[in-house]
């Protein structure tokens, strides 16, 4: 099944202990496209400005996602500046140029109306909902926010959160949305906000799923949780998030059923989407990835966390 | 397999967001003991005052843990006062008496001696090693240390390390005692300085193993991870990281061989017994378990962990 994704792309200039990169294509959706390319076909709404030229567009042609809803306009991409010092699982935003990105109001292309999977990546939940409401037949909808939509656009944000098949934020956002420091009951208090699944990304500790009675995946339990691999190099984290998003939602998307042992598999599969991602800057890791590595990596978390693997 | 643990045997004033109690059995030892007792004979070596009555006797006796090395003597017992705010990792010393353990001088009955497995709970590294030359059959030895002797007893912490099949210690004391963040690498250089193996405890996110090549395990990849239950509610977290060591160590002395299988269920047993122990005040929840609630929670454990679990 074809997935859209609506959300930024971007440019990011980016320090972290292992060096600088300046001006790196980045954006969430441009992190969860390429991620979630090695699983399905993927559609992109985004908007670029000028300086979004042949080199950028190729990235995402060489992995066969379709761009025909990346509008292009006068002006420049969206800029992040950043920095990670010496928690890794932080970043500290240094400069926000939202350029084109201030004025986006998402156009859906006609040949993207019947994708049936639709990710919502971190943007304001006014336009996410704009979103949602021009794709009735989608049959499963997942998203992204961050603790500025939570803060200040909380009323928005909870009509997004209403309507969501599954929703993917950091430990952080999830306390910060609940106003509840234990992970259990913030995750109970956002699933009776709507979401049927809540998936938990916690950096270099894996992701935990809890599940709502309604919980798509109808697995038996409680909750689920993958681990992440140990890294003794995180480059850039910058894209991890998005990037098990990718590998998440790819990965169900590519499934003809969302059975448990599929929806578990997606999980793993974020995670190594995720561990690729930060192993160099931006997205150069997942650009140079063969589906064979995938695989490999994915027996790895097996084996990393399963008892009778070997 | 016989295991001997040396170690505290105390008294805790604790305080936590779920209440105070005032002088509960505790120490490395009792917590360790006891989680230990579910899978294996266990004796205890340490000290107590005359405030150690026959009330705190019947605890270790009701779950068949041979007391004869703990040595009576006049004074009172080491008595720790503690409080866990927000954060229930992170535990704040109000008041440490240490009272008779001040001149502890470890002594092994000789019915001791045929003990394969030996577990240096968290003590002074003098006396570990004292204990450790006196146990020269034991076959299989594990210790815990905290960031006391790490960072004011370096050198005799060292002499310990280099002939430890096992350290278990928490994400903190790791960084802390290898000088580095990032915890693939601090574990390198944490088993370049003799233990074979490496635990570190991560409260709420599980734990990890790292192996060295001559890990006892001989499990064929560098790490391998234990989930913890994620827990509405952790009423004290005291006790929890010896619970976790008892249940490991606990069921590998259970065990006829340490295959990587069994390593691994040690891993899982850990975590379970951890998970119980938070859930009420000092040793209360563990002293109240039976066998079958833990094989149900190693369940758990299981299905919240393994793709192929339902």
């Given at each position: 099944m074809s997935i859209l994704v609506v959300g930024s792309v971007a440019f990011d200039s980016i320090r972290t202990p292992h060096g600088t990169v300046d001006r790196c294509l980045g954006g969430a959706a441009t992190h969860f496209s390429l991620a979630a390319s090695f699983f399905t076909k993927v559609r992109v709404i985004g908007v670029v400005g000028e300086d979004f030229t042949a080199t950028e567009e190729a990235v995402f042609k060489a992995r066969g996602i379709d761009i025909q809803g990346i509008e292009r306009t006068t002006g420049k991409c969206f800029h992040w500046t950043g920095e990670y010092r010496e928690n890794l699982n932080e970043a500290h935003t240094?400069?926000?140029?939202l350029n084109v990105f201030e004025r986006f109001q998402p156009k859906i292309p006609e040949a993207y109306r019947d994708s049936e999977f639709l990710f919502l990546a971190n943007i304001d939940p006014v336009l996410q909902q704009q979103v949602r409401k021009q794709?009735?037949?989608?049959r499963m909808v997942c998203g992204d926010t961050m603790n500025y939509w939570i803060a200040g656009h909380r009323d928005n944000l909870l009509h997004v959160l209403r309507d969501l098949d599954g929703l993917l934020i950091n430990d952080g956002e999830a306390k910060l949305l609940a106003g509840e420091t234990n992970l259990v009951k913030a995750a109970e208090r956002i699933l009776a906000l709507g979401p049927k699944t809540l998936i938990v990304k916690q950096g270099e500790y894996g992701a935990t799923a809890f599940f709502s009675?309604?919980?798509?995946?109808?697995?038996?339990?409680r909750f689920f949780h993958a681990p992440a691999l140990p890294l003794?190099?995180?480059?850039?984290?910058?894209g991890a998030g998005d990037s098990f998003a990718g590998g998440f939602f790819g990965y169900l998307a590519s499934q003809p059923e969302i059975t448990p042992s599929v929806f578990k598999r997606a999980m793993f599969y974020g995670g190594v989407m995720g561990s690729f991602a930060v192993?160099?800057?931006?997205?150069e890791r997942i650009r140079q990835l063969t589906r064979e590595e995938i695989d490999q990596r994915f027996a790895a978390f097996r084996e990393l966390s399963h008892l009778d693997a070997e």
């Open positions: 240094l400069r926000t140029d794709m009735p037949k989608a009675d309604h919980s798509f995946a109808q697995v038996k339990n003794a190099e995180v480059v850039d984290p910058t192993e160099r800057f931006g997205t």
